[in-house]
């Protein structure tokens, strides 16, 4: 009885700081970089919000639910072309793979912000939650930005 | 109508019947985000372009009002978040490029295949945000759509029921170049950038001098 005891703790002194281990792993947070919204005109319907997700893990990350308090309803869209014409397609969630960078932007992933509370203007800052299938949930405050590039006036 | 005249007849419209019928189940929806064809075909052949009516805040505005000046045409809709306001935020840098002089001669013009949810009100805010001489307009959906297939713009709607946005489009996103005379001269793409476009609208300005 006693040695099955000692060797049952043996085993859990073994095992334990492996899973303790793993579980480091698995919590690394997905690094969020370069994040803006998309300034838009005034009474436009819906914006996009564009981030860069890195996922310093070893297993996927999956972007499952976005919110914010500016609009009705956040989702993941996919924008692409195909033959000169766009077409853009709902998706339900979206998967970092382990190592990997993904760059949201205007044709390919990227978040819409559908139905506006409220114009944002160039600077405004827009509180965003983003919520992984793991349970991890991350707000970030977003500015609001024109797409233009700088303008050169040549005259 | 002679008796086998006649049968003809039913045979032929019993084929039709078959045709329709294979046809609508064909068309049927299959899943939920499944495109639903109520937009401007893909036209073969370049592209006539020509002369058109659509109806602005202001009024009616034709085509044929802007003869002098260079007239740069985008097809799209107001809550499209991507490839709309990208291609008018690059014709607005390019006008912008150009002289006070210039841009008395230029005209942009966004049609919006999305007269449900664009008024012509919103499509002036829209249109103006970007560039003040850019003019946003609509009209009845069978107008844009023929306005559209003559310039070889595409538009299809494309309903997107598990969605918030309730439906959507899958769009072709050139940019029409129409010269000072009012004919369809140059297409671009969307991935022209402002100064080629505003090279472009130069080059059409002083052709003749």
Redesign the interface.
């Known amino acids: 009885m006693k040695i099955k005891c000692w060797i049952f703790y043996a085993l859990l002194a073994l095992l334990l700081p492996s899973m303790a281990l793993a579980g480091n792993q698995i919590k690394k947070e997905i690094e969020l970089s370069d994040f803006y919204v998309r300034a838009v005109p005034p009474g436009a319907e819906n914006t996009a919000l564009f981030i860069t997700l890195t996922n310093p893990n070893k297993t996927d990350v999956v972007l499952s639910k976005v919110s914010s308090p500016v609009c009705r309803a956040a989702e993941i869209h996919l924008m692409q072309h195909k033959a000169g014409v766009m077409s853009m397609e709902h998706v339900p969630e979206l998967a970092i793979k382990g190592g990997d960078t993904l760059k949201l932007s205007p044709d390919g992933y990227h978040i819409m912000l559908i139905g506006l509370k409220k114009t944002l203007k160039d600077g405004d800052s827009v509180p965003v939650t983003l919520s992984f299938k793991d349970g991890n949930k991350v707000k970030i405050n977003a500015t609001v930005r024109r797409l233009m590039k700088k303008m050169k006036h040549s005259h | 109508m002679t008796k086998s005249g006649q049968r003809r007849f039913y045979i032929y419209l019993a084929l039709l019947c078959l045709l329709f019928i294979s046809t609508a189940i064909g068309c049927k929806p299959k899943a939920k985000?499944e495109?639903k064809e109520t937009g401007a075909e893909l036209t073969t052949g370049p592209p006539k372009g020509g002369d058109f009516t659509l109806q602005a805040a202001e009024g009616p505005f034709s085509l044929h009002d802007m003869k002098g000046k260079v007239v740069l045409i985008f097809f799209g809709y107001?809550?499209?978040?991507?490839?709309c306001?990208?291609s008018l935020?690059t014709m607005?840098?390019a006008f912008?490029?150009?002289?006070?002089e210039e841009l008395e001669r230029v005209q942009g013009v966004f049609i919006s295949f999305d007269p449900e949810?664009d008024t012509v009100d919103?499509l002036k805010?829209?249109a103006?945000?970007?560039h003040p001489n850019i003019i946003g307009m609509s009209g009845k959906i069978e107008e844009v759509k023929e306005v559209a297939g003559r310039y070889g713009a595409?538009f299809i709607k494309?309903l997107?029921e598990?969605?918030?946005?309730g439906y959507?489009f899958?769009?072709?996103?050139?940019t029409y170049l129409v010269a000072d005379n009012g004919t369809l001269s140059e297409i671009y793409?969307?991935k022209t950038d402002?100064m080629t476009l505003s090279e472009a609208i130069r080059r059409h300005l002083w052709k003749r001098q």
Request: negative net charge.
């Open positions: 985000d495109q107001t809550s499209c978040p991507t490839a306001p990208t935020e607005a840098e912008s490029r150009l002289s006070v949810r919103e805010e829209y103006g945000y970007f595409f494309a997107q598990e969605s918030e946005m959507g899958s769009h072709s996103t050139e793409s969307e402002a």
